[in-house]
């Protein structure tokens, strides 16, 4: 289907709050509502198309920031070996060495990686859609918690808890009784206690941070969808900036207009593009392993 981004609906994202799931889908198709007929859908493993359209995007939600590299890796040559194999199905050998490499955008938290291109073999011209992303959970969680810790970072609060109650060198320590009866106390308190919650599943989080999250994640499979569709970065801000803040900031809460009509033209290319292929390889053949 064109248009299309699947967030892959794996075990993990599935046993994920309702709440959490529908924001996130919710906030998703928001974030792409600008172009006419994008499609966001959560989708079974079991159920993906065989072959991905050029204008179409998949991410995987992943629990933390280290199983990013590792899915990468693995997609990459999933999918390549994937395609070779779909090639050898038609009769035509893959040169795979004439493909646009694209080695993908890493960032803290999140991928996005793509090649797609027409490849010669013989008289035929072959659609060849490498195409993925992934998105972290504990990023997403982190941007909430930092936001609902004032910004300061865990270690932040603790040293600040321990130079108030045990003093400095230019300021005389309030003790334990004189530290837990002024506000700041409270305010370390609550902050330690929204740090706390990233090692917590989202079903234990309270509902509005849940929604946070959900929005937060829609805005990171946001911003690795569009690098299945541009590779770098759009310089003049908004949510396909390098570094896009995830949450409380929203200068990066939706994508800028300029990025917005280059994610157009770029989905309006390879939709012409595409059309000139004879034969289009398929990215996940049946009973062939499945990439994400
Ligand atoms: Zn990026």
């Known amino acids: 289907m064109a248009n299309t981004l699947y967030i892959v609906d794996d075990?993990?994202?599935?046993?994920?709050p309702q709440l959490v799931r529908d924001t996130t889908l919710a906030e998703t198709q928001n974030l792409f509502a600008f172009v006419s007929g994008f499609k966001v859908i959560l989708q079974q493993p079991s159920k993906f198309p065989t072959r991905f359209d050029f204008t179409d995007s998949v991410v995987k939600v992943v629990?933390?920031?280290g199983d990013v590299g590792a899915f990468h890796n693995q997609s990459v040559r999933t999918q390549t070996a994937n395609l070779a194999h779909s090639a050898q199905q038609n009769g035509v050998t893959l040169n795979t060495g004439t493909q646009k490499r694209n080695a993908g955008v890493p960032e803290r938290g999140g991928i996005g990686f793509q090649s797609k291109d027409i490849l010669t073999a013989g008289s035929?011209?072959?659609?060849?859609?490498?195409?993925?992303?992934?998105?972290?959970?504990?990023?997403?969680?982190?941007?909430?918690?930092?936001?609902?810790?004032g910004g300061r970072?865990?270690?932040?609060?603790?040293?600040?808890?321990?130079?108030?109650?045990?003093?400095?060198?230019?300021?005389?320590?309030?003790?334990?009784a004189g530290y837990y009866g002024?506000?700041?106390?409270?305010?370390?308190?609550?902050?330690?206690?929204?740090?706390?919650?990233?090692?917590?599943?989202?079903?234990?989080?309270?509902?509005?941070?849940?929604?946070?999250?959900?929005?937060?994640?829609?805005?990171?499979?946001?911003?690795?969808?569009?690098?299945?569709y541009i590779a770098p970065h759009y310089n003049g801000g908004g949510l396909g900036a390098s570094e896009a803040s995830l949450w409380g900031d929203k200068n990066f809460a939706a994508f800028d207009k300029g990025d917005q009509k280059e994610v157009s033209v770029a989905l309006a290319n390879f939709t012409k593009l595409q059309k000139t292929a004879t034969i289009h390889l398929e990215t996940n053949p049946t009973n062939q392993p499945f990439p994400y």
Request: aromatic share 4%; proline share 2%; hydrophobic share 40%.
């Open 63 to 65: 629990e933390s920031d």
């Open 182 to 228: 002024r506000h700041q106390a409270l305010v370390d308190i609550r902050g330690l206690t929204a740090w706390d919650l990233v090692e917590k599943p989202l079903s234990d989080w309270p509902k509005d941070d849940q929604i946070s999250v959900a929005t937060a994640l829609a805005r990171l499979i946001a911003h690795e969808a569009r690098h299945q």
């Open 124 to 149: 035929q011209k072959l659609a060849f859609v490498l195409t993925g992303g992934a998105a972290s959970l504990e990023t997403v969680k982190e941007a909430v918690a930092e936001f609902n810790a």
């Open 11 to 16: 075990d993990l994202f599935s046993r994920q």
């Open 153 to 176: 970072s865990r270690n932040e609060i603790l040293a600040d808890k321990k130079n108030a109650i045990e003093g400095t060198r230019t300021r005389k320590g309030l003790g334990l």
